[in-house]
């Protein structure tokens, strides 16, 4: 077999050379559009979880009380669904963050709560705290406490997600839950200021229903 001229071997080079640059220039492309579609998903992520889903579909909640023992303990974080009431009304039973009827500091803020402050101009001293509670009676009900048993309607209610290791012993005089408003307790009877003392909430202060605990992960679980 006779050898190729020397101007065909040169051009055969230099197209394997240009084939082998446009292959690496390919890959290099690809490398970096993958990246910058990481970086495009990251941010678009968070203007949508900061921007939108924050103040309007979900928004997270860490635990600073024992009012929620054993269900959730000091540090937990919660997700809460901002937008489930627009649709039904609470039910017993469901786990709700709403602003406290007696103002004061402290309570169960979101990790931005600075932000709800710098809109609408309030300070700290006038935006009343969230607080975590369960709901235990709804409009129509009437609720009472018997030695730290819930009654609702007459009937002894089965709460097994209480606090067996500091039973309650308290008692509270029977009231009718007014429209509009819920009653709530929290799980740690003994440890919980809540619906007992400062009486039904309005649903109007409720931002939201907890409903599943994402941190720390080994406390991760649907409320």
Known sequence: ???KPPYEQYFETSNQGARRE???????VKKGGGLLEFLIILIVSFVLVF???RPFV?????????SMVPTLEVGDRVLANKFIYRFTDPHRGDVVVFRSVEGGVGGVPGPFSGIRRLITGESAATVPPDLIKR??????????VRNGVLYVNGERQKEPYLNDEFPDRSFAAPVKVPK??????????ANSRDSRFFG???QKN???QAFVRFWPPGHLGVL
């Open 1 to 3: 077999m006779s050898e």
């Open 22 to 28: 446009r292959r690496e220039n390919k890959q290099h």
């Open 51 to 53: 921007g939108f889903v």
């Open 58 to 66: 979900v928004e997270a909640f860490y635990i600073p009380s024992e």
């Open 135 to 144: 709901v235990v009676g709804v409009p129509g009900d009437r609720i009472a």
């Open 180 to 189: 509009d408003h819920i009653f709530v307790m929290g799980d740690n009877r």
């Open 200 to 202: 039904p909430v309005p």
């Open 206 to 208: 409720i931002e939201g």
